[in-house]
């Protein structure tokens, strides 16, 4: 860790109309921890996500990742990190060394670095065997695994990661954060995840900020959190401070899609 | 350029791959083909137009063409939400450079898509005049594509749901090709008919390769392919901005 974040978000609010999504969310997080976002559906953990990866311009207050402003300097934040969104962003009518070898050209990664960087991704995340296979014919976990090492193709200083578990079946979850954990020793990446999963927060993050309607209620370690409301698990720490259990909020037009979307994928 | 290449690569190489998608999409205009071309081919003969299959011919080739590009832009929609467009909206590269790639990858698909019912048309018995003006007439067809996709790319970057999509298809394609004169003549139409198909710019790209591969051209080729360049930089441009504004 560095003595200086890497990621600084002050005061940030993001109204969509009238609805607030992020309402005055102000966190450090340094250099080479991992960092989670545990909160449920409709939280906004995507909205901030968002914001940090240029997406979206906050409605008010400020955002630095790496000294710089997302919203102002979109280009130079973007080399900066690699991101997992919480829907698939491959393409799955390509191999999954077809879709790293656009990812490096998008992010101007010379050809020979660009080969060599893949092979050692791609072998890092169980994909090598697999890497001349239509990414179509891959399982939910592998898809995840390879949009991982795809956001890692650049050597970014921070990864984000929006849900990755999410859909993943517990072998495929406990496989994808035993990779989480080493990219993060063996690369030195900054990781900045979402989750609504307590157990994962747990077991990944160094520091956990507890997230609900647009505001952050609590942030420390796992062991902090629990010590905070004389709780001894993350999930009755969380009941604690929010008074309620992690639940899924209403749906919005995108969730439909998506439920749409894993009828029409099977 | 790179950027661009590696998008347009993409697009062809989906299209390459994807078989039983060209083998379905070809199930339209063989039907048009098929039964309008030699449906209503005794009639036109009658009227004492000529061969009514050497007449459609080069509208079912606009038509291919337009259903093709619009459709690659259509599918945007979903590509938003569940595919790759996003992983190149957070690219440290200009949304123009995006943009033009894939305008350019569907342009070329609609274009490939083309020749095959061109080839199709040829099977049918449809007899260019002159085989030095084929390759012109190619010129004009990938103008077409240009427009078309790059209408595709404004509309799939401004829609928000997939409901959007039978809109598009029952209000904008659908008439874009009836009233395009790919298979009536502009000539005598209803008044107001007439001013619809005028503006319409594919009655100008199928003008424009009707004339060049039968000779027989209601405004002259000059003309319609002033026109095509002129729809073609403002549908780019139109669809640019528009790309420029998603917000993912």
Do not use: C
Not at chain 1, 45 to 62: F, H, N, Q, Y
Not at chain 1, 93 to 117: F, S
Not at chain 1, 131 to 145: A, C, E, Q
Not at chain 1, 188 to 215: K, N, P
Request: aromatic residues 8%; proline residues 4%.
């Amino acid at each position: 860790m560095s003595d200086r974040p890497i990621i600084r978000v002050q005061h940030v609010v993001k109204s969509f109309g009238k609805v607030t999504a992020v309402n005055d969310v102000t966190f450090d997080v340094w250099a080479g921890e991992i960092f989670a976002f545990l909160g449920p559906n409709g939280a906004g953990k995507t909205t901030t996500i968002k914001m940090l990866t240029t997406l979206l311009r906050p409605t008010t207050g400020s955002l630095e990742l790496d000294g710089l402003d997302p919203a102002a300097d979109q280009t130079e934040v973007r080399k900066r990190f690699g991101v997992v969104f919480q829907d698939p962003s491959l393409d799955s009518d390509l191999t999954a060394w077809e879709n790293m070898d656009i990812h490096g050209v998008l992010y101007h990664v010379p050809r020979q670095a660009r080969r060599e960087r893949s092979e050692t991704l791609l072998r890092m995340f169980e994909l090598w065997e697999r890497r001349d296979d239509l990414v179509k014919t891959f399982s939910g976990g592998m898809k995840r695994r390879l949009e991982i090492a795809r956001g890692l193709l650049h050597t970014p200083k921070v990864l984000f990661l929006d849900e990755p578990t999410l859909g993943l079946d517990p072998q495929s979850r406990n496989q994808m954060w035993t990779h989480v954990r080493n990219l993060n020793q063996a690369e030195r990446v900054t990781v900045f995840l979402t989750t609504h999963y307590m157990d994962e927060a747990d077991r990944v993050a160094d520091r956990i900020a507890v997230i609900d309607h647009g505001r952050i209620v609590a942030m420390g370690s796992s062991g902090e959190l629990k010590q905070h409301t004389g709780t001894d698990s993350l999930e009755a720490a969380f009941l604690t401070l929010t008074g309620t259990t992690i639940r899924d909020e209403s749906a919005t037009a995108a969730d439909q899609l998506r439920q749409v979307s894993r009828v029409w994928r099977r | 350029m790179s950027v661009v290449y590696i998008l347009w690569l993409r697009e062809v190489k989906k299209y390459l791959r994807s078989r039983v998608q060209i083998v379905a999409s070809l199930g339209s205009p063989l039907m048009y083909l098929g039964v309008l071309g030699f449906g209503l081919g005794p009639v036109f003969q009658r009227a004492g137009e000529g061969k009514y299959l050497q007449f459609m011919a080069p509208g079912v080739i606009g038509m291919t063409v337009l259903f093709t590009a619009m459709f690659s832009g259509i599918a945007m929609l979903w590509d938003r939400q569940f595919g790759f467009l996003k992983e190149t909206l957070v690219a440290p590269v200009p949304r123009l450079l995006i943009m033009i790639g894939r305008t350019l990858g569907g342009a070329t698909v609609a274009v490939l898509q083309g020749t095959l019912i061109f080839v199709v048309t040829l099977i049918a018995g449809f007899r260019p005049v002159s085989l030095l003006a084929v390759p012109l007439a190619f010129l004009v067809i990938g103008l077409i594509a240009v427009i078309f996709s790059a209408l595709a790319t404004a509309i799939g970057s401004s829609l928000k749901e997939m409901q959007g999509f039978q809109m598009v298809m029952n209000f904008l394609v659908m008439p874009t090709f009836f009233l395009s004169g790919a298979i009536y003549p502009l000539e005598g139409l209803p008044r107001v008919l007439g001013a619809l198909t005028r503006v319409d710019p594919l009655t100008y790209g199928v003008d424009g390769v009707r004339g060049l591969l039968t000779g027989r051209t209601h405004f002259g080729v000059a003309v319609d392919v002033a026109v095509l360049l002129g729809v073609g930089v403002l549908f780019v441009v139109f669809g640019a901005w528009r790309f420029s504004k998603i917000e993912a």
